[in-house]
Nanobody, 115 residues
Framework: QVQLVESGGGLVQAGGSLRLSCAIS????????VAWYRRASGKERESVVI???????TYADSVKGRFTISRDNAKRMVYLQMDNLKSEDTAVYYC?????????WGQGTQVTVSS
């Protein structure tokens, strides 16, 4: 059974940084996409960054230049470095991976940015 576990969330002041981690366990073949999404209170889930095997990561305009996705295939980890955080970045952040057949989600980690 494939499981994703996010960590690294917390409370940070505006202008600060956090690094989210997503640990992948279980057997999954041919991951073709890794991504981070977020859902702020009272809002719909939105994509933060989507990273397919075929190209460069695609970032939401609101996080371009501040957030960076990376992956360590050997460790089966996906990371999201978040710098210069703003209050509007406050949300639950979710890791997602997919192959040609299935999409998997983590349980989410809360990020709260105080102004």
């Amino acid at each position: 059974q494939v499981q994703l576990v996010e960590s690294g969330g917390g409370l940070v002041q505006a202008g600060g940084s956090l690094r989210l981690s997503c640990a992948i366990s279980g057997r999954i073949l041919s991951i073709n996409t890794v991504a981070w999404y977020r859902r702020a209170s009272g809002k719909e889930r939105e994509s933060v960054v989507i990273y397919t095997n075929s190209g460069s990561p695609t970032y939401a305009d609101s996080v371009k230049g501040r957030f960076t996705i990376s992956r360590d295939n050997a460790k089966r980890m996906v990371y999201l470095q978040m710098d210069n955080l703003k209050s509007e970045d406050t949300a639950v952040y979710y890791c997602m991976i997919r192959n040609d057949w299935t999409m998997y989600w983590g349980q989410g980690t809360q990020v709260t940015v105080s102004s």
